[in-house]
């Protein structure tokens, strides 16, 4: 684990262990990322699938798909992408190129990239964002769904 994804793991903790409501007593319908500058995104971006906003994804997901508003990989390997469920459970993994392109194409260009991503918690709300793998930039959010129960 990198130093700057420890930090984001530390003040995901810090943020919930003092308190916030979107931790731990309300739901919030996406989860809070630590405050901080924004990592600022290479182009634009959109949860490809499940779709942002889906309800009642199957825990056993297996991978994320991003899409990116691109005609080639703007990415490389500088980027990683990061779970973070309403209890404030963080999964960091890699993201890479997609060896088969989804069938939401919301941009005029479409380069889509995968993530794979542990068995999930059912009945919650899980935020997919991209961070850096390096710096102490805040997490950029790609879109949310929820898990069925």
């Given amino acids: 684990m990198t130093t700057s994804c420890r930090a984001f793991v530390l003040g995901v903790a810090s943020f919930c262990i003092l308190g916030s409501a979107a931790c731990s007593v309300t739901p919030a319908p996406v989860p809070i990322s630590p405050s901080g500058p924004s990592c600022g995104l290479p182009a634009q971006f959109e949860l490809s699938h499940p779709l942002s906003g889906a309800q009642g994804v199957p825990t056993s997901l297996g991978q ?50 995968t993530a794979p991503v542990p068995p999930l918690y059912a009945s919650d709300v899980y935020g997919v964002y991209l961070i850096k793998t390096s710096g102490t930039c805040a997490p950029a959010l790609v879109g949310s769904f929820t898990t069925s129960s």
């Fill in 64 to 113: 994320v798909q991003i899409v990116a508003d691109a005609s080639s990989d703007v990415l490389g390997s500088t980027w990683n992408v990061v779970l973070l469920e309403k209890g404030a459970n963080v999964y960091q993994g890699l993201i890479l190129p997609s060896t088969s392109p989804g069938t939401f194409k919301p941009f005029p260009t479409n380069f889509y990239y």
